[in-house]
């Protein structure tokens, strides 16, 4: 069954730093790109961050630019996020999401949605 | 930097169509995706490419993209249907999503 799962939310101080995980499964995980999509309490979806499929293209919102930092293990089939320099602006539940199309099928993945989302892990940024 | 812009509700009654706009510059030269989250779940893919459906999405949900505005619209609206929509596009290898449409079913 293809899914993503997240984790290494909690609480953290301002100032402080956290590293988010995504297991991924079911699916061949080092030929899709993916993606880190946030959404803050009673707000709308923000993304956050995408890693293309081999991790060598690495794109972030202005908001986290400079202290979120994106990688992914391709033999764990894991994506993280090192999220540095927290502000309480930072807490949301974050989601991980993964681009609908394969390297292989279009290595171009700016025609397709994020067709699979995890359940999310939430991180509260506050002292 | 890109943005793409949804009215905050919308409200619509059981059985009739409701209609969600997405508004951005030149729109219609991107793709456009929808999103359906209900609360306290995470956001599912609706519609990709302007008017494609994922397999299990009901045919009652259909989109369209022409000009600066993206559409979906739902067809005989259940209570079901009840939730928040966002749209998303694409800036240069980035992702663009709207700031969600509160779908009220009453």
């Known amino acids: 069954q293809v899914q993503v799962v997240e984790s290494g939310g909690g609480v953290v101080q301002p100032g402080r730093s956290l590293r988010l995980s995504c297991a991924a499964s079911?699916?061949?995980?080092?030929?899709?790109?993916m993606n880190w999509v946030r959404q803050a309490p009673g707000k709308g979806l923000e993304w956050v961050a995408i890693?293309?499929?081999?991790?060598?293209?690495?794109y972030y919102a202005n908001s986290v630019k400079g202290r979120f930092t994106l990688s992914r293990d391709t033999s764990g089939n894991t994506l993280y996020l090192q999220m540095n320099s927290l502000r309480p602006e930072d807490t949301a539940v974050y989601y991980c999401?993964?681009?609908?199309?394969?390297?292989?099928?279009?290595?171009?993945?700016?025609?397709?949605?994020?067709?699979?989302w995890g359940q999310g892990t939430t991180v509260t940024v506050s002292s | 930097s890109y943005e793409v812009t949804q009215p905050p509700s919308v409200s619509v009654s059981p059985g009739q169509t409701a209609t969600i706009t997405c508004s951005g510059e030149?729109?219609?030269?991107?793709?456009a995706f929808w999103y359906k989250q209900k609360p306290g779940q995470s956001p599912v893919l609706l519609i990709y490419?302007?008017?494609k459906r994922p397999s299990g999405i009901p045919e009652r949900f259909s989109g369209s993209n022409s000009g600066n505005t993206a559409t979906l619209t739902i067809s005989g609206t259940q209570p079901m249907d009840e939730a928040d929509y966002y749209c998303?596009?694409?800036?240069?290898?980035?992702?663009?999503f709207g700031g969600g449409t509160k779908l009220t079913v009453l």
């Open positions: 999401a993964r681009v609908g199309v394969t390297v292989t099928m279009d290595p171009d993945y700016n025609y397709y949605g994020l067709d699979v």
């Open positions: 079911g699916f061949t995980f080092s030929s899709y790109a």
């Open positions: 890693i293309s499929y081999a991790g060598s293209n690495k």
């Open positions: 030149k729109l219609g030269d991107k793709y």
């Open positions: 490419q302007d008017k």
């Open positions: 998303q596009a694409w800036d240069s290898s980035t992702v663009v």
